[in-house]
């Protein structure tokens, strides 16, 4: 082979790898699955966008995370697990009109469910599960019996909306905080990837 011929191949065997296609700088698999998983999350100030990252983190990285305000299309997904931060008591608004006009492509694929929540920075207990997962995230996605969690949240003040930022910088004592753990996202991701490998 000439040098010149060489060359040429070498070049256009490197651009093609400089132009990946479409799918392939979208979709991040470590390790492959037979199945495409999604977490979709609702958040106000990403505390559940790094709680979805780190669910799908405990499950080797297979599931897509999207957030609710892309309005993604979930319905080519064969598991999904939903999570929302919790704001006075509710999840936003955007999740729960997703989840209502969506019903149908996410009708029995909801493999898990967490809530984020400040709490105090008191650990959550029976009252939270009951008012983040089963009143609201179990009924509007219609599952039920999925592994699920409520995980303390935080505040960054940086990351608020400067209304929201004020009211909460207005209650006594009130500060930044962080009481998210990656590993208990992540433990979570490995208990719903567990349960549904062994239906």
């Known amino acids: 082979m000439k040098k010149r011929d060489f060359l040429k191949a070498g070049l256009i065997g490197l651009g093609a790898f400089m132009v990946p296609g479409k799918s392939a700088a979208l979709e991040f698999y470590p390790r492959p699955s037979g199945k495409k998983w999604a ?4 958040t106000w100030c990403g505390s559940s966008r790094d709680a979805g990252i780190w669910v799908s983190e405990g499950m080797g990285g297979i599931a897509n995370v999207f957030d609710v ?3 993604p299309d979930l319905s080519g997904y064969d598991h999904i697990v939903v999570g929302s931060s919790i704001r006075s008591n509710l999840i936003p ?3 729960k009109e997703y989840l209502e006009k969506n019903r149908r492509s996410i009708n029995g694929k909801v493999r898990g469910l967490y809530a984020v929540c400040g709490n105090m920075m008191q650990p959550p207990g029976r009252e939270q599960y009951a008012a983040f997962i089963d009143d609201q995230l179990a009924v509007l996605t ?9 995980f303390l949240g935080r505040i960054t ?3 608020m909306d400067p209304d929201v930022r004020e009211r909460m910088q207005a ?5 930044e905080y962080d009481n998210l753990k990656r590993t208990e996202c992540m433990a979570l991701g490995r208990e719903i990837l567990e ?3 062994s239906v």
């Open 39 to 42: 977490v979709l999350f609702a």
């Open 69 to 71: 305000r892309e309005n």
């Open 93 to 95: 608004g955007s999740l």
């Open 142 to 150: 219609g599952a039920s019996a999925v592994p699920s969690k409520v």
């Open 157 to 159: 003040w940086g990351l």
């Open 171 to 175: 209650i006594p004592n009130m500060r």
């Open 195 to 197: 349960a549904t490998n």
